[in-house]
């Protein structure tokens, strides 16, 4: 079995989903840290050929807090702007109408927490996709919190029985080829290939 575990991020870049459906089984590691100012809750979308950054509101968020435990800001009205911005900047592009019914759908969905959130647009982007990997969150099956790093990593890949873990180039100096190698697992990292797309 091949594996690949990520933090949850909203509307993530495309070698994110190339990683999903690279992969046997997606683990969101949703009971880790939140990271402040990362990708869990904001993004860029081009906006008169620029990027332009989108941030979802969350209420106390704090990197002492896991990512689970984070809620979305309540009285916000981030979804009407974000859909507005992406309305006027998109509207002209291939595919919009079935895409901005997914994101309408994606935003307005009443959840408490940003990783509710996250983790719902990503199986709902997966399936538009045609991307038929199974997807699961670690906070509700490996119980193994009290590790960390490469051996949280390696725990994980145990549970599953998984031969096979693949991660993006960029956590190259994260992991230990060896000590995959010494627990039977072949550790590999994916390029994402880039599809830029010209302004609208």
Known sequence: MTIAIMQPYIFPYI???????????????????????????????????????????LKDASQNKLILEVELAKHEQWQKKLSRTIQQSYQKAPCYQKVFELLEEIVNL?????????VYALKKTCTYM???????????????????????????????????YINPIGGVELYDKGKFEKEGIRLDFIKSISSPYPPI
Not at 110 to 118: D, G, H, K, Y
Not at 135 to 142: A, C, L, N
Request: hydrophobic residues 40%.
């Open 110 to 118: 009443e959840v408490e927490s940003i990783n509710e959130l996250a």
């Open 15 to 57: 070698g994110y989903f190339q990683l999903i459906n690279a992969v046997d089984k997606f683990i969101i590691y949703d009971d880790v840290n939140f990271i402040n100012k990362g990708w869990i809750n904001r993004n860029n979308i081009l906006v008169g050929g620029k990027a332009h950054m989108f941030t979802i509101p």
């Open 130 to 164: 045609g991307i038929g990997t199974e997807i699961v969150p670690s906070s509700t099956i490996y119980n193994n919190k009290h590790l960390k790093g490469q051996d949280r990593i390696l725990d994980i890949c145990k549970q599953e029985q998984a031969n096979h």
